[in-house]
């Protein structure tokens, strides 16, 4: 009987000394921004709206056509068109908007874009069409961006194995919970380059610049 409560005695304290560690850590990287986006906008007024569907959808034949740049968003509305004038509303004729999300990878293919849509509109020989084109933006693709998200998600993992193996105390590795902070958003980072530039304007490319994406992951080790 005194054996075997010794022996008892003698198991409790592997049982008293297993214990849980918990702790957190961030990972961080800078990623180059690989994506230029601009948003292109024809507006054409005129009382006539045979002429304003005429310019439009001759635009819209080029930009559709053109297979050097991505199109997203294309949108065409035609509103009528009214000015205020002491306190009377006066009707100027309708406008016709199209709009469309640009982008590409290549700085020079969508410089080339833009300029072929100058061209357009000045052989117009029309100040009832404008071209408007919005600052060039650098972004991040999500492409790009989920395969360095999954790469630092390796990074973590190899990480606490390595560093488990380092503890003076056996420890097994029982939930590792990564979260993304920054998430994805394309950040743009832009420098002007408008439609009413000159063409040597134009070739001057936008601040190609860097995005700092992180995550946070919770580490919890049993050890004994």
Known sequence: MRKLLLCSLFAVPSFLFSYNLEFSKSF?????NDTLESRVEIIV???????INEKIEFFQDVINDNSTVKKTNGN???LPNYQYRKNQEIFLGYRGSLYYNIETSQYEKLNQFILDLKDIKKNM??????LSISNLQWTVSKE???????????????????????LSDPCIIKTISIN???????????RGAMVNSSPEA????PIQTKRFISINVHYKLDCK
Do not use: C, P
């Open 28 to 32: 961080y990287k800078n990623i180059q």
């Open 45 to 51: 007024d005129s009382k006539d709206i045979d002429f």
């Open 76 to 78: 065409y509305s035609l």
């Open 125 to 130: 020989n029309t100040n009832s069409v404008k």
């Open 144 to 166: 790009l961006y989920e395969k360095n998200i999954n790469m630092m998600r390796i990074e973590a993992i190899n990480w606490i194995k390595k560093y488990s193996k380092k």
């Open 180 to 190: 993304n902070h920054s998430g994805f958003n394309s950040s743009m980072y832009a």
């Open 202 to 205: 134009m070739n001057i490319a």
